[in-house]
């Protein structure tokens, strides 16, 4: 393509990107996503982040870092919970990003870890000297120790069982627990894979009042309580 040519696309295409560039900058999941990775890039050193990324698991590196991000954000009244440890790439991040906030709440993982992923995690525990750093391990199912929940919560990620039954009852156990400006992340939210995840978000989750729905953020529904 000759030079002239080039021009007039991109002149021709203009309008369409400044339009989708302003679009972007007014969707609140976007902005969410963009200070996350200023945020963690700035707090975290370029080394450590390299050693996080090489863990197992299944969570993206930008995934990764908007959970940080939320974790560095957590208020310290409240503890970061995480429901669905897998290997524990995500417990990681959570510790590190912990330590950076302001009054650094209590991470806490709940996994019954039973498709044979204990192992891994606690290498991944070790590796990381997760425990020595403040996190507690539940190994057990999410409801065991929900159904008793009393603790304030600043930061809840909910990715444990995908069945519908399962999402319901982590949102009925854990949810009401949530601060005032405190978030909560559903993971594999798109219905597609897994139907039962947004069947329960849909019935039980965009029903509160209390909450706003901040977005969608690749395959994590994102949503926040309200001011007190």
């Not at 370029?46 to 954000?73: F, H, I, W």
């Not at 790439?89 to 906030?101: G, I, R, S, Y």
Request: aromatic share 8%; net charge neutral.
């Amino acid at each position: 393509m000759n030079i002239g040519a080039r021009l007039f696309r991109n002149v021709v295409k203009s309008p369409y990107r400044l339009l989708r560039t302003i679009q972007r900058s007014l969707d609140p999941a976007y902005r969410l996503q963009h200070r996350a990775n200023s945020s963690v890039g700035s707090a975290i050193p370029r080394d450590r982040v390299q050693l996080l990324e090489q863990n197992p698991g299944q969570s993206s590196d930008r995934e990764c870092r908007l959970l940080a991000y939320l974790a560095m954000e957590a208020d310290a009244a409240g503890a970061i919970v995480e429901i669905g440890a897998y290997k524990g790439k995500v417990t990681a991040w959570l510790v590190e990003a912990a330590e950076k906030a302001k009054g650094k709440a209590r991470v806490i993982s709940i996994d019954p870890h039973i498709f044979g992923t204990w192992e891994e995690y606690q290498n991944t525990v070790q590796k990381f000297e997760l425990e020595n750093r403040g996190l507690t391990i539940h190994k057990e199912l999410s409801h065991s120790l929900g159904e008793s929940w009393q603790e304030p919560i600043s930061f809840l990620l909910v990715d444990g069982s995908h069945e519908y039954e399962d999402v319901v009852t982590d949102i009925e156990d854990f949810v009401p627990h949530v601060l005032p400006n405190g978030y909560v992340v559903f993971d594999d939210a798109r219905g597609e894979v897994y139907p039962g995840v947004t069947r329960a978000i849909n019935e039980r989750m965009r029903t509160r009042s209390e909450f706003d729905e901040v977005g969608m953020i690749k395959n994590f529904a994102v949503f926040r309580r309200k001011a007190a």
